[in-house]
């Protein structure tokens, strides 16, 4: 069972700044990307930003160039920066792994942290 550990999140003053990191048990060459989402109480999980091999970096509209998410295969985790953080951003943070099973099929399983939960408030 593949593990995903979130950590990071916290309460941050409007204009402030967080730093989210999940550390997943995949194997690296496994992984077709990874990413992270958000839910805000009533509303549904969106997609944050997102990060595959070989693919384009994605970004939620309006959030490139406040957030920037990265990899470090070394250590197998993925860094979400977040900057200039707004009310509006408070959410629960969740980070997604999505791993390729093994030929012929090669099928796309998703596995997600328990979530963090990033409060912007004065």
């Known amino acids: 069972q593949v593990q995903v550990v979130e950590s990071g999140g916290g309460l941050v003053q409007p204009g402030g700044s967080l730093t989210l990191s999940c550390a997943t048990s995949?194997?690296?060459?496994?992984?077709?990307?990874m990413g992270w989402y958000r839910q805000a109480p009533g509303k549904q999980r969106e997609l944050v930003a997102s990060?595959?091999?070989?693919?384009?970096?994605i970004y939620q509209n309006g959030l490139k160039g406040r957030f920037a998410i990265s990899r470090d295969n070394a250590k197998n985790t993925v860094i979400l920066e977040m900057n200039s953080l707004k009310p509006e951003d408070t959410a629960v943070y969740y980070c997604?792994?999505?791993?390729?099973?093994?030929?012929?099929?090669?099928?796309?399983?998703?596995?997600w942290g328990q979530g963090t939960q990033v409060t912007v408030s004065s």
């Open positions: 995949a194997n690296v060459f496994n992984m077709k990307g």
């Open positions: 990060i595959t091999n070989g693919g384009p970096t």
């Open positions: 997604n792994i999505k791993v390729m099973g093994p030929p012929p099929i090669f099928n796309i399983s998703d596995y």
